[in-house]
């Protein structure tokens, strides 16, 4: 009975990763192929004909793509280091002052949860527009600075850092500035490890706001970039792209495997404070 | 060195009072336990003082000087907290160089890389570094300095939580049950040595706890809290001899004192439990007389003596506690030595208080002896002659 249910959980979460990995590995196959091998109508793993080589040649050299990763690297850290720099305080707030509005403060930060940044990129390009910022780094940063995400995740970590602690910091002579930074940040660092690699992910990989915000190639991030093999005269040239793909996710993969351990700490919130 | 002076504090939490009106006066280089059972406020008190919370009425000084307004960075006193609250990333010596650092080194002097280059950073560092070293040695953590918290037993522990303490030498310490989370012996161990401290620091000291062993063993005197109110501030000896209020005789001693109801009946003659005996004068009304265990034991005779039946015995080795029941189901323990014969469960025995051993409590509960305009005179209990008559025949008088 035992050895059953065992098995029956190890295939179901075998089914759930084969159907998550199912896109990568089609990616990564077809980044390998030649054009005609991926239009030859039969789909195999391997490539019949290797066209890996002049795939991603044509990446390096069709393509400003280390500069699409430069723009990335660049807005993606802006994005992150802000959103820090709001965050903590405001999460330190929330989870261990006492005042008026707290509650509602709270529940504010909640609800904002709630809002796809779709619904409000209409408004948000109109204000951008009026402040002639569009087209730039600052477009693509200031619209992400505030990350609600980020002062729940961090909030909720604080909540668990005991009170006599910060107490105990008082005591020693520290003010409210000197224990954010020396005794919470220290401990949420696995929280805040998770969060920058979610807040990473997500505007590394963008696609929809830097495409209604920038005209200028210059300021191109890599999804944006890569994209340009989509609209080329030629058709769609999937093995390219496929490859660019790889490319940009690369980076990606280093950061989550070199935090992997912090991340997982920082996912289960308990972990980290005892 | 510095004296704490609580003017009648008070303290509230929206509708509830926590504390109502605390007066109370430390002295310099006292060490001082506040004593109550649990939620009575003692650590609401605790955090007042050391500036962590504001009392919401009264007056606090330390030293002559008012705190109202200063932080509790300015004030010179340190805190143990029961969790022990040591810093989770940082290790044993980094633990203990945060009040140094926080206080000696200058903001810019403070700042990593940078501050190392700033004039005489590394003087005070070093000097920090020996004090340290020097304090953990006689704390007997000098080997830990290098590990975590989360790698330190409960005792070591609560060394360091100690050491942070004690690193800036503050005039005042404040503890908050800071042996409640050892072990029994060790409990013992570190009363002794938090003696011995105090002794040689000679700083003043507040210690909450809920253990009145604990209390009685190491202050110079003892503040019993109950509800938020100091109902006696008392050497260990006279709070133990002369509690001021039932409660209080209650609260200290182990096992719980034997409190008998009674009603004065006629001037200066009052019936407990079916036996009437001389009450002191002025008493009157109901009352209820207090006898410590080891002074109600078995007797012989049975004159004089309340009659009981055994319910329980139990057995603690140097010594039993007898559980009895007597007239009027009021229960009652008694201790015996170990040497003595023991009486089974369902014996019928008798009880007789030893002499001069009596408190009188009046109605309200405050203790006659002291109450009484009179100077606190001694009841002598030793003439009280316990009438044979019983119940039926001593209301007949
Ligand atoms: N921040 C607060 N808000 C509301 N009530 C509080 C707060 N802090 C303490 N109290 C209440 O005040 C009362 C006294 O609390 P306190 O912590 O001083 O008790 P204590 O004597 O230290 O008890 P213990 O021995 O359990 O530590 C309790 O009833 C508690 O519920
Ligand atoms: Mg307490």
Redesign the interface.
Known sequence: MKIFSGIFRHLLLLTGSVFMLIPFVVMLSTSLKSQADIFSGTFSLLPGEWGATANYLQVFTKLPILDFMLNGVIVTTSIFLIQVIVALPCAYALAKFHFKGRKLLFNCVLWCLLIPPQAVAIPVFMELYSFGMLNSYAALIVPWTISVLGIFLMRQFFMAI?D??I?????????EV?ILIR?MV??A?PALTAFGILSFIAHWNDFFWPLICLQDVKYFTPPLGIAYFKTDDSGISYGPLMAAACIITIPLLITFLAARKKFMQGVSIQAG?? | MASITMENIGKSFGQTDVLKGINLNVHDGEFISLLGSSGCGKSTLLRIISGLERQSSGRLLIGDKDMDNVFPKNRSVSMVFQSYALYPHLTVFENMAVPLVMRKLTRLQRLPLVGRFIGGTSSVRQEMRDRIHHLAETLDIHTLLNRKPAQLSGGQRQRVALGRAMVREPEVFLMDEPLSNLDTKMRAHMRTELAEIHRNLGATFVYVTHDQEEAMTMSDRVALMIDGQILQVATPREIYRSPVHRKVAEFIGSPRINILPGIVTNPEIMEVCGIKCPAPKGLHGKCFIGIRPSRLIPSEQASGTWKARVTNVEDLGSSFLIHSTLAGEVRTISRMDSRSVIPQVGDKIYLKPQPDCAMFFDSEGWNHNLSSERPAQDIPVSALTFSEESHESAIAI
């Open positions: 005991p006599d602690i107490d105990a910091a008082r005591m020693d002579g520290m003010g000197s005794i220290p401990m660092l404070v005892k």
